[in-house]
C-alpha cells in the first residue's frame, strides 16, 4: 500500500491542499483561509481530507508553506522583544545601515524608517567584549547581566533577541547569557545571534535576531497548536516539516525554534515546483509567476536554476539568512482599485483578502477589486466547482465599479475596469523586467510559468507585455505551491565564520573546518531520523576581494582542494555576476558554509500524476466579454471550454477561457494555447 502525503499552502485568500492517496491518486482542493486563526483552516482542511476517506495513520508525510511568520511581521503582531548587546553599541539597531533604501525611497522626501521591533527601553547593554579574532578581550560580568535582565520581569515580555559583538566567531558569552535568562525570565523564549545567523556583518545579524525573537512566541504557539491537532486526527507520522526560504523543508520543531527562516516559506515552494515543471516539459528559462488572492510573487530562473540570496527584506525590515529571489507585489485577485482625490487610478496595495473578499463575492466588500474587474469584462463566470464556496455577483461588481472608479474617472464601466487591469498587470510585469535586467538576461527565450488562483487569468497579457517566448499552465495551476511543498528535500545549513586571507588557508585547515560542520550535520539528520547515507552534503566557501562588502559562495572539493583553483572559480563567478574582475586583488575567505540535503520517503514524484478527467462531455459556451484592442475596449463572442475535454496537440484559438476546478485560464485575441503530453497548456502570440 502506497504512502499518503499531503501538503497544504496557506494563503490571505485560501488554503491550498494536495494529497498522494494511497492508491497512488492525486488531489486537490481549497479551503477559505482563516487569517485571525489561521491553524482552523488548516484543520479544517485535514479533516476533510480523512472524511473523504483516508485513514489518517496512513498519512506519512505533511508539509506546511506557512505565511503566519510574514503575516505577523508586516503587521506588526509580534511578541514584546528585549535586546541584550555589548555595553557602547546599543544604538546598532536603531542606526541600522545610516542610509535610505534603494529605489524610489531615495528620492521619498517623506521617508520614514520601519518602527523599531524592540523599544530602547528595553535594549539591555552588559559589560563583556570579544575581539575580532574571537579572544575574550572582558570577560563578561556574570552579576551586572543578572541583575540587569532581573529588571525585565515586570515588562511583559515573550521574546529575548542576544547579539553580542564577535559571538558568531565564539559564542560563550551568548551562552551565559540564556543560561542566565533561562534562570531569570523561565517563561521568556531566547534567541542567540551565534545560533540563528552566525555571519560577520553586525547590523543584519542583529536585525535577524530580534526578528527571530519577536515571531518566535506566536509562530511556537501555532506551531504547536497545529501540530497537536494533527496527532488528534489519528495522524502517527513524525515527518512534519513546515517549508523554509532557502526552498527545503524543516520539522516543526525546528521551525518553532528559527520562525524568521520561514518568511518566504510559501513564496519558495511556488519557485521550486516552477522549476520541476519546466524540467519535466524539457525547457530551460523559466519565470516563476504565482498570483493568489492578495499578492503577486515572481522569480526568474535561468537554466533550471533559481538563485539563492543570502539576505533580503521585507518593508524595510533586514534579513540575513539564504532564501530564494522571489519578488512579492501587492497584486492579486483581492486587491482594492481607488481613485484619490486628484482623480488619479491606483490599484493596492490595500487587498479585500479573504474577508470581505472582492464585491462580487457577496460578502460584505464595497470597494472594487480585481477580480470585480475580471467579472465585469467576462472573463470569470459562475460555475459548478466554485458554487460551494460562492457565487458570483455581477451586477453587485458592476455597480462599485461605476460608483468608486467609472463616474469619478468619467469612464464606462467597461474602460474603468479595463483600465485596472491595465495597471496591475504592467506592475507585474515591471517586476519581472526589474528582476530580469539585474542579471542581465534576455527575456525573449523564458517561458511564464504561471499558477495561483489569478496566474492563468492574467499570464496571457503579461506575456504580450514582455515580449516573452510562451505561456505554460501546469496541470493544477491553482495549487501549483502546494505541489512544490511535496517535491522538497529537509535542508540544514551549518556556518563556520573566521575571516582569513585565502592565501593562509591550506587543505588540512580547511577539511578540519568541514569536518566539524560536517559532525552537527550529521547529528542534525540523525535527530531527523535520517540515516547518513541518504544525506547529500554541499561544501561552499564564502569569498570576496580584500574590503569589499559582499561575498560569492564558491564550491569546494575537500578531497583535492586547490586554493588557486578556488581563487579562479571566484573571479570567473564575480565576472559572470558583475562584469568585471579583479584578479590582481587579494581575497578573503569569510566564511566555510555545509549545505546537507536528505528527501523524505516518497513514492513518486507528483508531478509525474496527471490530473483525471472529472467533467468530461460538458459541451462549450458562449459568453460576452470585453477586450482592449488598441487602447479601446472591444466586444468579443469569447467560447469557454472545460480543461478536461483539451485534445493533446490540438491548437485553440483565442479569445478563449479554459475553465478548471482550482482557476480559470484566459487566452486574449490573436493567441493560440496547445495541450502537451505533461498536461500544459501552452499558450502562444500568434
Not at 539564504?322 to 519578488?327: D, R
Not at 592565501?503 to 577539511?511: K, L, P
Request: net charge negative.
Amino acid at each position: 500500500m502506497k504512502k499518503v502525503q499531503v501538503a497544504v499552502d496557506t494563503g490571505g485568500t485560501f488554503s491550498d491542499f494536495t494529497y498522494l492517496d494511497d492508491a497512488g491518486a492525486l488531489h486537490s482542493f481549497k479551503v477559505p483561509s482563516t487569517p485571525t486563526e489561521p491553524e482552523k483552516a488548516v484543520i479544517r482542511g485535514l479533516k476533510k481530507i480523512v472524511e473523504g476517506g483516508v485513514r489518517p495513520e496512513l498519512i506519512d508525510l505533511f508539509i506546511h508553506g506557512t505565511t503566519v511568520g510574514t503575516n505577523t511581521l508586516l503587521q506588526e503582531h509580534g511578541s514584546k522583544t528585549a535586546l541584550v548587546i555589548t555595553e557602547g553599541f546599543d544604538a546598532i539597531y536603531e542606526v541600522q545601515e545610516q542610509a535610505r533604501p534603494y529605489g524610489k525611497e531615495i528620492f521619498n522626501i517623506r521617508y520614514q524608517r520601519p518602527k523599531l521591533l524592540v523599544d530602547r527601553s528595553h535594549v539591555i547593554e552588559i559589560p563583556e567584549r570579544v575581539g575580532s579574532q574571537g579572544d575574550v578581550v572582558l570577560e563578561i560580568d556574570l552579576d551586572v547581566t543578572r541583575a540587569r535582565l532581573e529588571a525585565l520581569k515586570t515588562e511583559d515580555i515573550s521574546g529575548l533577541a542576544v547579539c553580542l559583538l564577535f559571538s558568531f566567531i565564539n559564542p560563550e558569552h551568548e551562552r551565559a547569557v540564556r543560561r542566565i535568562a533561562e534562570e531569570v525570565l523561565p517563561d521568556v523564549q531566547v534567541t542567540l545571534s551565534s545560533e540563528i545567523c552566525p555571519f560577520i556583518r553586525e547590523y543584519y545579524r542583529l536585525s535577524t535576531t530580534v526578528i527571530n525573537a519577536y515571531l518566535r512566541p506566536k509562530m511556537d504557539r501555532y506551531l504547536s497548536q497545529l501540530d497537536r491537532a494533527i496527532s488528534d486526527l489519528g495522524v502517527l507520522t513524525k515527518k512534519r516539516y513546515v517549508m523554509q526560504s532557502n526552498g527545503g523543508v524543516g520539522s516543526i520543531t525546528n521551525t518553532a525554534e528559527r520562525p524568521v527562516a520561514t518568511l518566504m516559506s510559501g513564496l519558495a515552494g511556488g519557485v521550486m515546483a516552477s522549476l520541476s515543471i519546466l524540467e519535466k516539459a524539457g525547457l530551460e528559462h523559466g519565470i516563476s509567476f504565482d498570483m493568489g488572492g492578495t499578492s503577486c510573487d515572481v522569480a526568474v530562473t535561468e537554466g533550471r536554476m533559481v538563485e539563492i540570496r543570502d539576505r533580503f527584506d521585507i518593508e524595510g525590515r533586514h534579513i540575513c539568512l539564504p532564501s530564494v529571489q522571489v519578488e512579492t507585489l501587492s497584486a492579486g485577485g483581492g486587491t482594492l482599485a481607488w481613485v484619490d482625490d486628484g482623480g488619479g487610478l491606483h490599484v493596492g496595495p490595500e487587498s479585500a483578502g479573504a474577508v470581505p473578499g472582492p464585491v462580487a463575492y457577496g460578502r460584505g466588500g464595497e470597494i472594487p477589486t480585481v477580480t470585480d474587474c475580471n467579472v465585469t469584462l467576462g472573463y470569470l463566470g459562475n460555475r459548478d466547482e466554485v458554487k460551494e464556496h460562492l457565487s458570483l455577483d455581477l451586477q453587485a461588481a458592476e455597480r462599485a465599479i461605476e460608483e468608486r472608479l467609472a463616474t469619478p474617472l468619467d469612464l464606462s464601466v467597461e474602460s474603468a475596469a479595463l483600465g485596472v487591469l491595465k495597471v496591475v498587470d504592467i506592475k507585474m510585469a515591471e517586476a519581472v523586467r526589474a528582476l530580469a535586467t539585474s542579471k542581465g538576461l534576455d527575456l525573449r527565450e523564458f517561458t511564464l510559468v504561471a499558477f495561483g488562483g489569478a496566474g492563468p487569468l492574467h499570464a496571457s497579457r503579461i506575456m504580450r507585455e514582455l515580449n516573452l517566448k510562451q505561456v505554460l499552465i501546469p496541470a493544477r495551476p491553482g495549487v501549483t505551491s502546494a505541489l512544490g511543498l511535496l517535491q522538497a528535500d529537509v535542508k540544514h545549513e551549518f556556518i563556520s565564520t573566521k575571516p582569513q586571507a585565502l592565501s593562509q588557508i591550506n587543505a588540512e585547515t580547511v577539511c578540519h573546518v568541514f569536518d566539524e560542520l560536517q559532525q552537527d550535520a550529521f547529528a542534525k539528520f540523525d535527530e531527523e531520523g535520517f540515516s547518513r547515507s541518504s544525506v547529500i552534503l554541499e561544501r561552499y566557501m564564502d569569498l570576496r576581494y580584500q574590503g569589499q562588502g559582499y561575498e560569492l559562495s564558491v564550491a569546494v572539493d575537500v578531497n583535492a582542494l586547490d586554493t588557486q583553483q578556488v581563487r579562479s572559480d571566484f573571479d570567473e563567478l564575480h565576472a559572470k555576476k558583475f562584469g568585471h574582475a579583479a584578479s590582481s586583488q587579494p581575497v578573503e575567505v569569510m566564511s566555510h558554509r555545509l549545505i546537507g540535503r536528505a528527501a523524505p520517503d516518497r513514492d513518486q514524484s507528483v508531478f509525474d500524476v496527471l490530473p483525471v478527467s472529472g467533467v468530461t462531455g460538458l459541451d462549450a459556451r458562449i459568453r460576452s466579454a470585453i477586450f482592449d484592442i488598441e487602447g479601446s475596449p472591444e466586444h468579443f463572442e469569447l467560447e469557454v471550454i472545460q480543461r478536461d475535454v483539451m485534445e493533446m496537440h490540438r491548437i485553440y484559438d483565442g479569445p478563449l477561457v479554459i475553465e478548471q476546478s482550482d482557476t480559470t485560464t484566459l487566452l486574449i485575441p490573436r493567441q493560440t494555447a496547445e495541450l502537451d503530453t505533461q498536461g500544459n497548456i501552452l499558450i502562444k502570440d500568434k
